[in-house]
């Protein structure tokens, strides 16, 4: 069984920044792509972020791409998402997932996800 547990969100000032982390528990982590997906309210979830299993590879939306970082740390199962410079419109429900195969934009191409981290940008 799998279980992704996320961490470190809270209010921040625009400008500000934050550092998402997301353990997993469960055998072969390093074997899995992962990805960062938000929720604002009354919205859908959208893509943020995508590492492959090395973390040879990132991939970021267009919206997120000179400000936030994915990495990760296989040793620790973890996965983070360093968030710098963040605006109001940043505010979100942020979820880790795991992929089914190559890292990808697509929520339904994760079969495992968090429970969710607040993040609230005030202005």
């Known amino acids: 069984q799998v279980q992704l547990v996320e961490s470190g969100g809270g209010l921040v000032q625009a400008g500000g920044s934050l550092r998402l982390s997301c353990a997993a528990s469960?055998?072969?982590?390093?074997?899995?792509?992962m990805g960062w997906f938000r929720q604002a309210s009354g919205k859908e979830r959208e893509f943020v972020a995508a590492?492959?299993?090395?973390?040879?590879?990132?991939y970021y939306a267009d919206f997120v791409k000179g400000r936030f970082t994915i990495s990760r740390d296989n040793a620790k199962n973890t996965v983070y998402l360093q968030m710098n410079s963040l605006k109001p419109e940043d505010t979100a429900v942020y979820y880790c997932?795991?992929?089914?195969?190559?890292?990808?934009?697509?929520?339904?191409?994760?079969?495992?996800w968090g429970q969710g981290t607040q993040v609230t940008v005030s202005s």
């Open positions: 469960g055998r072969f982590f390093s074997s899995f792509d």
């Open positions: 590492i492959n299993w090395s973390g040879d590879n990132t």
């Open positions: 997932a795991r992929s089914r195969g190559v890292p990808t934009t697509t929520p339904r191409e994760y079969d495992y």
